[in-house]
């Protein structure tokens, strides 16, 4: 089982400031997926990306992955306060295992008004 | 076309009581995986189960923990003689089949233990 990094562990910013997350491991990514929580409930997928150098984009949410398939980065235009919570990468397992899902070990978001 | 329920949502419990979590998957989701997340960490897999069957329980420790998924009814996952360690929230998520490629989550159920 791989381990993957998250870093920053804890950001704070002002509300209309940009951000970055990012996501790493020393083996390459099957696929990997970033899900956001927010304060009592569970993990909310927001993407899955599979190619090396994909970019998605979801509304003011920018995802890469690494042209290697290595690393993951997370970037949100204009922060809003709506967008605090903990951000989490998670690779999916084998399918024919089951699918269980590897996380790192996320990034608490605090977006002050 | 309900989410994921789970309850309790909190559960406190006494060092060596029994702590019962409960885990209704989505319509349709015959899939069942539990995952527990201690405060300030991510989330780590526990067991993975389908109707009747505990498929990969591998991320379960050995000794007090117990899970099933029974024809009927939710899924349950059984802590017996819990200790303070134990305290941290339990989430499940539910999927249609192994191949798919999302899970769904439920609020989770944040057990205290005294």
């Known amino acids: 089982t791989q381990l993957l990094e998250q870093s920053p562990q804890f950001l704070s910013i002002q509300e209309g400031e940009n951000l970055t997350v990012y996501c790493n491991s020393s083996s390459v990514f099957s696929s990997l997926q970033w899900y956001r929580q927010e304060p009592g409930e569970g993990p909310v997928l927001l993407v899955t990306v599979v190619t090396g150098g994909e970019v998605k984009k979801l509304k003011r949410l920018t995802f890469q992955f690494g042209d290697a398939r290595k690393d993951s980065s997370l970037h949100i235009t204009a922060a809003q306060p709506g967008d605090t919570g903990l951000y989490l990468c998670a690779e999916p397992g084998v399918k024919a295992a089951g699918n269980k899902l590897t996380f790192g070990g996320g990034t608490r978001v605090l977006v002050k008004p | 076309n309900a989410g994921v329920m789970q309850n309790p949502r909190h559960l406190v419990r006494r060092r060596g009581q029994e702590a019962r979590l409960r885990c209704s998957p989505m319509k349709g989701h015959s899939h069942v995986y539990w995952y527990r997340q201690l405060p300030e960490e991510g989330l780590k897999f526990m067991v993975y189960l389908q109707k009747e069957n505990i498929i990969d329980e591998s991320g379960m420790p050995k000794e007090r923990f117990s899970a099933e998924f029974p024809k009927e009814g939710p899924s349950i996952l059984r802590i017996q003689q819990v200790v303070r360690g134990d305290s941290a929230a339990y989430f499940c998520?539910?999927?249609?089949?192994?191949?798919?490629?999302?899970?769904?989550f439920g609020p989770g159920t944040r057990l205290t233990v005294l």
């Open positions: 998520a539910s999927s249609p089949d192994f191949s798919y490629n999302e899970q769904f």
